[in-house]
């Protein structure tokens, strides 16, 4: 079935960037997602990007898609302390809805 | 982005009870829609679908007689979970399919349940 890695922490000091890695092995993945996940909260979705697209960016977030290499990746420019939070990555392809989500990546940020 | 409404946020009952978790999209209608559990420190684990107007479809080791699902109108679907134990206390995600918006999922806030 598919599969969808992520680390599972990540540090950073405030004011830097953060970059949240994310890889996935469907080849048929057709939608890839960033949510943010905040202490006892549902999911907020972030930014999506689809599979024939290279980069998107939207004010601080910019996501780069590798898809020869299935990587995804998410960076948050100038890091505050309200991004501190847990990151999802998920997956979807063509005709099948559901979301096959990693395991989450816990930012930090050091002051 | 779209709004989806979950109740209640937190809920602690006695084992033997039954619960029930409602999800609601709040501006726009939703023909599908999604029940996740997630574990303290883990992803989120896909329960089932909920079709409106249909059955719902659980995933392998889902027990649907455990966790009823109901889809009654276009924009509500409710989680029972019945006799409820201990082992069942966990954090449960609604999510929405927006499908007139890029088909997008949009998710509730969660319900926390604990079993006693």
């Known amino acids: 079935g598919e599969d969808v890695e992520q680390s599972l922490f990540l540090s950073v000091r405030e004011g830097d960037s953060s970059v949240i890695n994310c890889t996935y092995t469907?080849?048929?993945?057709?939608?890839l997602y960033w949510y943010k996940q905040e202490p006892g909260a549902g999911l907020q979705l972030l930014t999506y990007i689809f599979s024939n697209m290279d980069m998107k960016q939207d004010q601080r977030l910019t996501v780069l898609l590798n898809k020869k290499d299935k990587h995804l990746s998410l960076r948050i420019a100038d890091t505050q302390t309200g991004d501190s939070a847990i990151y999802f990555c998920?997956?979807?392809?063509?005709?099948?809805?559901?979301?096959?989500f990693g395991t989450g990546t816990r930012l930090t940020i050091i002051p | 982005g779209a709004v989806v409404s979950q109740h209640p946020s937190r809920v602690i009952c006695k084992s033997g009870t039954s619960v029930k978790i409602e999800c609601r999209s709040l501006d726009f209608q939703a023909t599908t829609m999604f029940w996740y559990r997630q574990f303290p420190k883990k992803s989120l684990m896909l329960m089932a679908t909920?079709?409106?107007?249909?059955?719902?479809?659980?995933e392998q080791g889902v027990e649907k007689d455990k966790f009823l699902i109901n889809h009654a109108s276009l924009t509500l679907s409710t989680l029972t979970v019945t006799s409820a134990h201990p082992e069942d206390s966990s954090f449960y995600i609604c999510?929405?399919?927006?499908?007139?918006?890029?088909?997008?999922?949009?998710f509730g806030a969660g319900t926390r349940l604990s079993v006693l």
């Open positions: 999510s929405a399919l927006d499908r007139a918006g890029k088909n997008i999922q949009y």
């Open positions: 909920s079709n409106e107007g249909s059955k719902a479809t659980y």
């Open positions: 998920a997956e979807s392809s063509t005709g099948n809805e559901k979301l096959t």
């Open positions: 469907d080849s048929s993945s057709t939608y």
